[in-house]
Every structure is written in structure tokens, then in C-alpha cells.
């Protein structure tokens, strides 16, 4: 063998090699750009989902915090038509104790009064009530201030009945308000 002929033969080996060795760099990039976008697409997709759920809870967020807004400026109007409403029924009971009608509603509250307490009892009322009520031959006790109605105890100062007006809206007042907020809506 001669050195041409050897040296001929590692060229050609190193050719080989070479074309061997550059096949498998064109594979293994092949194979990073293939793992690189899996990789780049797998994040990708996994951002977009991570964005796409914090986006729709932010979007819930949002919604339910306008709702209870919209539902606070509601009950806000309604409890402000409320109490517009309880001031215009005050106004109402004071004009309604100028009326001839007044008269009889005064009478029908001593009458229940003297069914709860006895036929003996002592009545408070204002002082322009004192004369329809000294009228009806009832015993009667200091002045009271009011907008209207009677407040009745019975001789000994152990059982009252507070019917005056102011009382009764009280005691009324949730059912009065229903009522109203029925109407309302």
C-alpha cells in the first residue's frame, strides 16, 4: 500500500465521518427545534389557559361587585322612599287629629283600653284631647306629648297601654313598611 493510497483512505473515512457526524447534528437540531417548539407551544397554551381563567374570575369579580353595588343603591332609594314615606304618614296622623273622625278613634281606643285594663282607668293624652275626653267622663292624668292617641293605665299604676300614635307606627312599623316596599316594587 502506498501513502497516497492511505492517505486517500482516511480522507475518505474522514469524509464519511464527517457526513456522519454532520447527519447527526442535522438530527439532533432537528430534534432541540422539535422539543423547543413542543415546549414553546406547551407553555404557550398553558399561559394563554392560566390568563384566559384569572381574566374570567377578575370578569366575575367585577360583575358581582357592580351587582352589589346596583343592589345597594336600591335598598339605599328604597329605604329613603321608606322613611319619605314614614314622615308623610306622621304628617298625615297629625292632620288626622284635626279631623271629626279623630273623635271616634279616641273612643274606640279608651273602649279597648277599658277591655284590657278594667272600666277603671286613667288616661294620658294631649292637652288639646282633654277636653273630647273629659267629655266621655274619663279620669284623667298629667298631659302627655304626642302626635296623637291615648296611653291608659289602670287605677293602681301596674298595667299601661300605650296607644298613642307614635307607638303604634312602632309596632307596626315592619308590616307598614312591607306593605309599602310591596307597592313599590
Known amino acids: 500500500m502506498s501513502i497516497e493510497t492511505f492517505v486517500y483512505e482516511i480522507e475518505n473515512r474522514k469524509k464519511g465521518d464527517l457526513q456522519r457526524l454532520d447527519s447527526e447534528l442535522a438530527q439532533k437540531k432537528a430534534q432541540i427545534l422539535s422539543e423547543r417548539d413542543a415546549a414553546l407551544a406547551e407553555i404557550k397554551e398553558r399561559y394563554a389557559k392560566e390568563a384566559k381563567a384569572k381574566s374570567e374570575r377578575e370578569s366575575a369579580r367585577i360583575i358581582e ?3 352589589l353595588q346596583a343592589k345597594k343603591i336600591l335598598f339605599d332609594a328604597i329605604n329613603s322612599n321608606l322613611e319619605s314615606a ?7 296622623l297629625k292632620n288626622f ?3 271629626s273622625e279623630y273623635r271616634k278613634v279616641l273612643e274606640a281606643m279608651i273602649s279597648s283600653a277599658k277591655k284590657k285594663l278594667g272600666p277603671d282607668i286613667v288616661i294620658r293624652c294631649r292637652e288639646q284631647d282633654r277636653p273630647i275626653l273629659k267629655d266621655l267622663g274619663i279620669t284623667m292624668g298629667p298631659a302627655i306629648q304626642t302626635i296623637g292617641g291615648i296611653l291608659a293605665e ?5 298595667k299601661e297601654l300605650d296607644l298613642t300614635f307614635e307607638e303604634l307606627l312602632r309596632n307596626n312599623e315592619d308590616q307598614i313598611k312591607g306593605s309599602l316596599v310591596e307597592k313599590m316594587l
Open 97 to 99: 287629629t284635626k279631623s
Open 154 to 158: 289602670n287605677k293602681e299604676g301596674t
Open 86 to 92: 314614614m314622615s308623610v304618614i306622621t304628617e298625615e
Open 65 to 67: 361587585a357592580s351587582r
